[in-house]
């Protein structure tokens, strides 16, 4: 094969490598916004239940007194 084909043969090979890549970026931020969404509707915010845990203790010191 001569030096022409293998140029062509990775110009082909590059550009369609970087047409499948394009938005790629985005695609992975989106994906992760809407895991961790889902994730604080199923569990709840990650300081919600440290505030909830200490307004029990609070409320079972009171109790007690």
């Known amino acids: 094969m001569s030096l022409n084909k ?3 043969m990775a110009v082909l090979a590059l550009g369609s490598s970087a047409a499948l890549a394009e938005g790629g970026a985005e695609r992975s931020r989106q994906f992760w916004e809407n895991f961790r ?4 509707q199923i569990h709840g915010k990650k300081d919600q239940a440290v505030a909830e845990s200490e307004r ?8 007690k007194e």
């Open 6 to 8: 293998y140029v062509l």
């Open 37 to 40: 969404l889902s994730q604080e």
């Open 56 to 63: 029990d203790s609070k409320q079972k010191q009171v109790a």
